[in-house]
Structure formats: structure tokens, C-alpha cells
């Protein structure tokens, strides 16, 4: 029998809890079984109770206070302790049906999806061995990003970052996408969407002065110039030639507010783990069994 999973990631504040909410209202309103984990362990409110909660192994404010670590620090210790400790979240896993879809909620903080290695051992655990979740990484990126394009190119690397490390099904969304509604052309959001690298030159925000404006890079030791806005172009406009280049990134729009919009980022996943192909045909009635017993 096989699991189905996503596991929602992004920086802090990207909208994953929020995310995660709208999904998991999105499963019940379509009949859809649900298990909602949240291996955050530093969240405090929840429109939906996990089923699953880290915190009820360890919490990031207990370790801060016993261990005298930040919260970085401690984050990382949360997870390794997770990794000690893996039948508080495997065991629940076990009894998981292949009608549910399993929504795990992540921490925000960055470090974890860029250079320690417990989030790619803890995805080898829930994919392989005798879980076998077929699992698809939603990556989310707050669109407001996209009114100041460096910033919008950063945040696509770390999405990279998290695609190559975790090396599993993956796919990138541009949250809050009503914050941007009137904003940004619609024209200009595809550019966004399908990543265009000429974005970077057609900056309106942007000023001439910005090409000789070595001021701000220089070495405070040294007062060396390290780097002039103009070099700082150039390579602003190589990470984004790679990344359209090789079409590395593309995301989709997310309005939590809009069905539509739920629906088709659902279907993207759903494509990713095969969810559909494993599938029996169902009685309605079977169904409305088992969302009442939930
Ligand atoms: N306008 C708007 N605000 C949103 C949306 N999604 C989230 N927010 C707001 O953004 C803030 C952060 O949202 P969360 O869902 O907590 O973000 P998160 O990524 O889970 O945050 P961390 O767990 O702290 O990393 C909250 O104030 C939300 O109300 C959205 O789609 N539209």
C-alpha cells in the first residue's frame, strides 16, 4: 500500500500554516481524508489540530531555555532529536491510508533546506523503509517578492537549494498572490511565473546611478571596494540567465482564498506522488464513512 504526502517549505512568514489550512479545508470540501503533521516546533495556532504535533516531543521554547541555544540553534537540535526519536513520527505514519494525503508543516527557517543535513535524512526515512510516502516538496515564495526582482532571484536560489538537496518531486509556489492582484500586470506576473532573466534589466525600481555605485561594497576593514553595483548586476543577471536557461524554476500562483487556485495546486501534487493511478474507484457512501469516523 502506498502514502501520499507534501511537505510544505519556504522561509519564514512565506504562508505555510496558512498554506496548509486552506489545503486541508480544500481535502475535507472535495471528501478527501487528511493527516495534518506539524514538525514546526515552534508553532503556536492552528486552525486545524495536527495530528500529529512535534511539539508534543519537543518544543523549540523548552530547548532555547535547557540547552541556553538560539533559534537556529535549537531548531537544529529539534530535528536531530526527531531523528533519535523516530517512532514518534513514524509509527502514527504507519496506519496512514493511500486515500490520505499527508500535509507536513514546516519550520521557516532557512539553514534547515540549505546546507544541514537532517531534513534530507529525515526524507529518506519517510520515503523509504517501510513508510514508502510517496512524497512531492511544495516550496513557497511570498509573491510580493516580485516587486523587487534581486530579492525575487534570491529567493528563487534557496528555492534551488531546497529542490537539490532534498531530491524529491518539487514544486515552487508564489504565495499571498492577493497582495499582488492590481499590482503587477498580469503580462509581467508570467514573466515571474515562467522565471525570464531579462526581468533583472527591465527593472523600473532601478536607478542609472545604481551601474557605478561601488560605495555601499566596500570592506569595512580594508575600505577595498569588494564589489560595484554594475559587477553586482552582472551576477545578479548570470544566477537569473542560469535559472531561466536551464527553465530550473517555474511556479505556480496561489490564492488561499480562491478554490480554483487550491484545486490546481492539488492536481500538480497529486501528478507528482501518482496519486490518482493508485486510486480504487469508491462508493460515495464508503466515503462519507470515513470522514464521519475522522
Ligand atoms: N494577504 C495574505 N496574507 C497571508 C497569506 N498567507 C499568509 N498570510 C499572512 O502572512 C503571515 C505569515 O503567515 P503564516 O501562514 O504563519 O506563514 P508561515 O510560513 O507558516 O510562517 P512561519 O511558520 O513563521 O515560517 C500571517 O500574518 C498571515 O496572516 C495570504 O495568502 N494572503
Redesign the pocket.
Known sequence: MSKYGTLVM?????????????LIQHLQNSKRPCFYVNL?P??EEFAFEPDLDIKDLISLEDVMEEMSLGPNGGLIYCFEFLMENLDFLTDPLEDVTEDYLIVF?M???IELYTHVPVLPNLVKVLMQGSLNIRMCAAY?LEATFVIDRPKFFSGTLSAMSAMMMLEMPHINIL?????VKGQVARRDLQRFVDVDADLIDDDPSRKPSDEEDSKNYRDPATKESLMSGSAFHKLNKAVAELIDGFSMVSFLK????DEDSLGAILSYIDDATQYHEAQEPREPKEFDADMEEQ
Do not use: N, Y
Not at 519556504?10 to 486552506?22: E, L, Q, R, V, W
Open positions: 519556504g522561509p519564514a512568514g512565506a504562508g505555510k500554516s496558512t498554506f496548509c489550512t486552506a514546526d515552534a508553532a508543516d519550520p521557516g527557517q513557497l504565495s499571498k498572490m492577493d497582495l496561489l490564492d488561499v482564498q
